[in-house]
């Protein structure tokens, strides 16, 4: 269960990198940069005007393909935190290379946003910013502080649902990462609903709705235009934490919903609930819903969409709890039912769920990220699962139909695929077996490598889970698992270049930046690789508490978050 941590994210013989045939509003505006995608071969084109900067950070991983790199120069790789005072403030001045420091909660697991002139960042009610709300009483929190000297400026609060921790965990806050464009915000509440909000607060003097229920109209109060609660209009019921990081497209946002086990870890409360929906911006209407996942959820759902046109396609990806990534149609449909695209099955088919972290089938919780019209994703599970098997997979979203690497028969009928098992695929008992699936989609596929030609594999030879979403520059792919550590692959072929053992469970996702790789670790060591297939570390900084998040660069400035604090950097500190 990922919320609780977020109290807080078949092996094969000798090499298990393979490669298959590759194939080939009221702001300042700037077009979203697509990166890999090229929004310009769909017709019409849904990118909408995102309305913030040219260097800010509106959304999770910058864009919706969900690729962490920034185009900055001159990024810090070395500064000190500096120190605080009784009462857990940052002292102004002290420190290298830190231009301010902003409280946050006591458990800080959200990744930071910046658009037109302000910094979100999701995390529990720790600091106590409002009167109301004292720091002991329990709260989902999404702050806004200023973008030039993090100066707090508003707090929307999320109050504990009544039902407790089997759908809200003690303590976590909000999880994930909102979405900005213009003069609105919208991200996912821990009591299971899509918020819209005005990113002024009610420092406009303004309560704009439809939404004017506001407990308080203070100017350090969220202002919020309309809520859709997914628990109530679509009979979601989320485990343990509703988190989302959504991205939009035009007036479409895209949502998973965070559907999945009750307390028990065995029953499905929902099993015909929507895990994935799409929805008007504006006006919160639902557009289509899909429930593909069903009945086959191992846990919970907590991955993000990424969304991308690819081959004059507008595709959205969402990563399944039951282990599988999917592909929709990006856009509005003529009948309002969601258009499947493709499927595919992250785990081997002999791979096995079981409660308590002995499972090899796994959760997708990472994000899919499109690099080069081409898809990578890995799997993982909640931490509290421990480590284990992991496997990473570069995939051609071009085809369509069940992509997965893997077909299930069972040996007395070889041409009828069985379908889909929660628990598992291919059980060899009962006569069941894996074939190659000959409409496969997967590029490649990393697991482990017998590296260094011992006969053995090693533990810095085998991926393992991860919660963590990839990034992609110069033909390089970085990873971070939960054993700690770091993978460095070729993107085209998937064969590794190098791994680094962090010494600490890694929960965040690298960002790349200035020729440079960043990634935060439970121990609160920050790792600074030289972007490169040779392995070389620039620096490793302490940030005196764990950093459960990912590392994001806005308007020149390095944002890092660790458990308690977010951290403005710049050299000199300006």
């Not at 109209?217 to 809520?227: G, M, N, Q, R, S």
């Amino acid at each position: 269960m990922m919320a609780r941590n977020i109290v807080c994210a078949v092996l094969f013989a000798s090499l298990a990198v393979w490669s298959l045939a590759a194939a080939p509003a009221k702001k300042s505006t700037a077009k979203i940069n697509l990166v890999a995608a090229s929004a310009s071969a769909y017709k019409p084109n849904p990118l909408a005007d995102a309305q913030v900067g040219p260097n800010d950070w509106n959304q999770w991983a910058g864009s919706p393909v969900r690729n962490n790199v920034a185009t900055a120069k001159n990024i810090p790789a070395e500064w000190e935190v500096g120190d605080f005072d009784d009462d857990d403030k940052w002292v102004a001045g002290s420190g290298k290379n830190i231009k301010w420091a902003a409280r946050l909660g006591s458990q800080s697991y959200g990744n930071p946003v910046v658009a037109n002139g302000k910094i979100y960042v999701g995390t529990n009610n720790g600091a106590g910013y409002l009167k109301r709300y004292p720091a002991e009483v329990d709260l989902g929190c999404l702050l806004c502080f200023n973008e030039a000297d993090g100066k707090f400026l508003w707090q929307h609060s999320s109050e504990k649902l009544p039902t407790g921790r089997v759908h809200d965990w003690p303590l976590q806050g909000i999880c994930c990462a909102p979405l900005v464009e213009g003069d609105r915000l919208w991200f996912v509440t821990s009591r299971g609903e899509v918020a819209c909000c005005d990113t002024e607060g009610f420092h406009d003097e303004e309560n704009d709705g439809p939404f004017k229920e506001e407990k308080s109209t203070d100017k350090d109060e969220a202002d919020v235009l309309w809520y859709f609660n997914m628990m109530e209009k679509l009979g979601t019921s989320q485990h343990n934490m509703c988190s989302c990081s959504v991205t939009a497209v035009g007036d479409i946002l895209f949502v998973n919903t965070s559907n999945g086990m009750d307390e028990s870890h065995i029953n499905l409360p929902s099993p015909d609930a929507p895990s994935f929906f799409a929805m008007d911006k504006n006006t919160g209407e639902v557009l289509w819903t899909d429930d593909s996942p069903g009945r086959n959820i191992l846990h919970g759902q907590w991955s993000s969409p990424a969304w991308a046109v690819i081959g004059g396609v507008p595709q959205v990806l969402f990563g399944g709890g039951d282990g599988w990534l999917y592909s929709f149609l990006g856009d509005r449909t003529a009948d309002g039912k969601p258009q499947l695209l493709w499927k595919f099955d992250c785990n081997p088919k002999e791979s096995k769920w079981a409660l308590g972290g002995r499972a090899t089938r796994n959760n997708i919780i990472a994000t899919p990220v499109i690099y080069n019209d081409l898809v990578y994703v890995a799997v993982g599970e909640d931490p509290e699962h421990g480590e284990g098997i992991g496997h990473l997979w570069c995939i051609d979203p071009t085809k369509r139909g069940d992509v997965s690497s893997e077909l299930a028969f069972n040996v007395k009928d070889l041409k009828t695929p069985i379908p889909h098992r929660r628990e598992q695929a291919v059980i060899k008992e009962q006569g069941e077996v894996a074939r190659p699936n000959p409409n496969s989609a997967a590029v490649w596929h990393y697991s482990e490598t017998d590296a260094n030609g011992d006969g053995k594999v090693a533990f810095e030879e085998s991926m393992h889970r991860t919660i963590g979403t990839v990034a992609i520059a110069d033909d390089l792919v970085y990873v971070a698992d939960f054993c700690g550590l770091v993978h460095c692959l070729d993107a085209k072929t998937g064969k590794p270049h190098w791994t680094h053992d962090m010494l600490a469970a890694s929960w965040g996702s690298p960002l790349i930046v200035d020729g440079k790789v960043y990634i935060g670790d439970e121990d609160g060591d920050v790792t600074i690789f030289k972007l490169s297939p040779e392995l070389e570390v620039i620096a490793e900084i302490n940030m005196q508490n764990s950093v459960y998040s990912t590392p994001i660069v806005a308007n020149g400035v390095l944002y890092i978050s660790n458990k308690g604090h977010l951290f403005a950097i710049q050299a000199d500190g300006k």
